[in-house]
């Protein structure tokens, strides 16, 4: 059974940095992907970067390009989202999910975790 649970939200202030935390099991192989998505209050859930373990491969929304990075450490079966220069938009619930496909241009997700909030202060 496939289950993510993700950890690290919280308040920051507009600037600063929070790093998210998506602990994976369930898989027998490196050959899935990982991709963080958000929901704001109001607003539908949209994709903001996902990651292909077995290659390294990430993809990032373009609203979260240059201030965001994902990456994992295999061995802790972990992906990490890193946020920098957060701003009062970036408030959401985070979601961790598998298990892609993660390229270009589609993110498919079946299993999702239940999600953590962090809220941005202006």
């Known amino acids: 059974e496939v289950q993510l649970v993700e950890s690290g939200g919280g308040l920051v202030q507009a600037g600063g940095s929070l790093r998210l935390s998506c602990a994976a099991s369930g898989f027998s192989s490196a050959d899935y992907a990982i991709g963080w998505f958000r929901q704001a209050p109001g607003k539908e859930r949209e994709g903001v970067s996902c990651?292909?373990?077995?290659?390294?491969?990430?993809y990032y929304a373009d609203s979260v390009k240059g201030r965001f990075t994902i990456s994992s450490d295999n061995a802790k079966s972990t992906v990490y989202l890193e946020m920098n220069s957060l701003k009062p938009e970036d408030t959401a619930v985070y979601y961790c999910?598998?298990?892609?496909?993660?390229?270009?241009?589609?993110?498919?997700?079946?299993?999702w975790g239940k999600g953590t909030l962090f809220t941005v202060s202006s």
């Open positions: 990651l292909n373990i077995n290659d390294g491969s990430a």
């Open positions: 999910a598998a298990p892609g496909p993660c390229t270009h241009d589609v993110w498919g997700m079946d299993y």
